[in-house]
């Protein structure tokens, strides 16, 4: 059974993972950490379910054909930094 929240020995705890996650999910973290995020994501079913939310609205943003609405991106920006800062649980 997952986890909810924890760091393996040597891994990535849900905050180091929730400050990583947009540039995990944008391909841009080295090996070292994209390995220890998905280890960390395999038995934390929080921070699975944060990367896979952010990944579904990185993939519907992503289908758009019109542009997205400033204030929209400016919400979802939001949301990620009171995620990220903890304020949101």
Do not use: W
Request: aromatic share 4%.
């Amino acid at each position: 059974m997952k986890k909810l929240f924890g760091r393996k020995k040597g891994g990535l705890s849900c905050e180091e993972v929730m400050e990583v996650l947009q540039s995990y999910l944008d391909g841009e973290t080295d090996a070292e950490t994209t390995r220890k995020v998905i280890e960390h994501n395999a038995d934390c079913a929080n921070c699975e379910l944060e990367s896979k939310v952010y990944q579904d609205i990185k993939s519907s943003l992503a289908r758009r054909t019109e542009p997205v609405d400033p204030t929209v991106m400016a919400t979802l920006q939001n949301f990620s930094d009171r995620l990220v800062s903890g304020e949101i649980e």
